[in-house]
């Protein structure tokens, strides 16, 4: 028996299966601090991340600045998920908004890694690193937090594999839709009409 | 794990107190040469909403000043609002000159309409656009113009064109593009600009326009820009614009002058506490659970 202590950020972010099913058996972690923390994370996170690639520092002003705006990130998450969570309440929705943003892992891995190019290249090279690198492994954290979010609406809200299907369409449709819009709406209709070629 | 934890919590409250320790606006004379005032510019930046940027309009204005930047003009995708509420915030707190613009995002080019009022619509030619800028007072430049936009720049669209990107981050990054920026401009005379494109991502003002103006008023600069009294430079030195102001700038070394001030230590100390800090908060500072081996 290996009781060892461990993250269970990493754990989802590894197996997300296997940490899923175990994590919804426990129902610990409730209580306002529970369920605020990680959600303040990403805004902490995304905060750090402008005033990282704005100056290759954490100041409190461009963080300030970078977590006004990102802060409809997690209310927008929170906001849809409530949606899925009221046809299947399977544990409390604190909890269940805890154990999704334990999903968020392979993007807090992405991010860190363009704060650190950011911070750390010179800009010439930050460019040339990002404008590579980074869009193949954005490829790769798309399809990694897909699977993460699968294994939560599986094993977490017990859905079916189908359902669980359709309903990661929906989280992703909405969030990314809605995020999308807020963030680059301005040149969203003309991108789409000059890709589809209309 | 506690000592882990506070490790990681007190690795960010470091770099929050170096970092903000060293938000430092750049102190910059005001550069006079020829009885021109020498205006430090960057004509293509974005802000957050809808433009794919991070900062908001009045953030913007506070790190243009901090980069030393004497003129920016604010250039929303297919929009204008938030580069008023962004002229607004700079005239009320003594900020750089803010001239309202709009990246005109089309299918078929992208284009700078400068100081204009009303949102230009992406839905027409080249051409028709800038008609429409020019009949608002504004100015009109080809936005980082790759091979793949030139046919939307016919004949018609050239001539009444003012001005073209010629130095952008992507120069840097694709050989491709550095050929074919100069090659646009050489087209015909006309402003020579360089331009960031800023979307929050690096320093604003990588790349800048040198603006030689009666003084720093919007009205001022856009005569300037009318006129091509700009000069530019690519990061060796190659210089691009008015000819006889490209002279004028090299004798006096205008280039030399206004290298810009590599990040310090504080800078990556801070920034390296930063992300050190977050990494530990993300592993150890979000709870630990004791999972056992029957479970997997």
Same mark, same amino acid.
């Given at each position: 028996m290996n009781s060892s202590m461990r993250s269970p950020d990493v754990w989802v972010m590894l197996r997300p299966a296997a940490a899923y099913q175990w994590l919804v058996r426990q129902g610990a972690g409730e209580g306002t601090w529970g369920v605020a923390q990680r959600p303040l994370f990403m805004v902490l996170l995304l905060g750090c991340l402008v005033s990282l690639v704005t100056a290759g520092s954490v100041s409190v002003?461009? #963080?300030?600045?970078?977590?006004?705006?990102?802060? #409809?990130?997690?209310?927008?998450?929170?906001?849809?998920?409530a949606g899925l969570w009221r046809s299947r309440r399977t544990a409390s929705f604190s909890r269940t908004v805890d154990l999704f943003f334990m999903g968020h892992g392979p993007w807090v891995l992405w991010l860190l890694l363009f704060c650190a190019i950011w911070a750390f290249a010179s800009p010439i090279q930050a460019f040339v690193l990002t404008g590579r690198w980074m869009w193949l492994l954005l490829g790769v954290v798309l399809v990694?937090?897909?699977?993460?979010?699968?294994?939560?609406?599986?094993?977490?809200l017990r859905e079916s594999a189908p359902r669980a299907c359709a309903k990661l369409l929906v989280l992703r449709v909405i969030t990314w839709g809605v995020g999308l819009e807020i963030f680059g709406g301005g040149s969203l209709w003309p991108e789409m009409v000059r890709k589809l070629g209309i | 794990?506690?000592?882990?934890?506070?490790?990681? @919590?007190?690795? !960010?409250?470091?770099?929050?107190? !170096?970092?903000?320790? @060293?938000?430092?606006?750049?102190?910059?004379?005001?550069?006079?040469?020829?009885?021109?005032?020498?205006?430090? @510019?960057?004509?293509h930046i974005h802000s957050f909403p809808l433009s794919w940027s991070t900062l908001s309009p009045w953030d913007t204005v506070i790190e243009a000043q901090r980069q030393g930047l004497d003129v920016i003009a604010m250039t929303g995708h297919n929009h204008v609002w938030v580069a008023k509420v962004g002229r607004w915030f700079s005239r009320r707190v003594g900020g750089p000159t803010v001239l309202v613009g709009e990246e005109i995002v089309g299918p078929k080019y992208h284009m700078l309409a400068l100081g204009?009022?009303?949102?230009?619509s992406w839905r027409q030619s080249a051409a028709s656009a800038i008609a429409e800028i020019h009949k608002q007072g504004g100015v009109a430049i080809a936005a980082h113009p790759l091979s793949k936009y030139w046919p939307a720049f016919d004949e018609e669209a050239m001539r009444g064109l003012d001005g073209a990107e010629v130095v952008h981050p992507i120069i840097y990054v694709r050989a491709k593009a550095h050929r074919e920026l100069p090659e646009f401009s050489a087209r015909k005379r006309m402003t020579a600009m360089g331009d960031s494109d800023y979307h929050g991502v690096g320093p604003m003002g990588l790349c800048r326009t040198y603006v030689f103006a009666a003084n720093d008023s919007e009205g001022a600069v856009m005569e300037a820009l009318r006129a091509g009294h700009t000069v530019v430079y690519e990061r060796d030195g190659k210089a691009y614009g008015d000819p006889e102001l490209v002279r004028l700038a090299a004798q006096n070394g205008l280039f030399e002058e206004t290298q810009p001030v590599m990040p310090g230590a504080l800078v990556r100390i801070s920034g390296g506490c930063g992300i050190a800090g977050l990494m530990?908060? $993300?592993? $150890? @500072? !979000?709870?630990r659970v004791r999972a056992d081996d029957s479970t997997e």
């Open positions: 002003r461009l #963080f300030a600045a970078g977590a006004i705006n990102a802060l #409809f990130v997690p209310l927008l998450e929170i906001g849809v998920l990694w937090s897909a699977y993460v979010d699968f294994c939560f609406l599986r094993y977490v | 794990m506690k000592v882990a934890r506070g490790i990681s @919590g007190c690795l !960010l409250v470091a770099g929050f107190v !170096l970092g903000t320790y @060293g938000d430092r606006t750049q102190k910059t004379a005001s550069i006079t040469m020829g009885g021109y005032r020498v205006l430090a @510019g960057d004509f204009i009022e009303h949102t230009v530990g908060v $993300f592993v $150890f @500072g !979000l709870g």
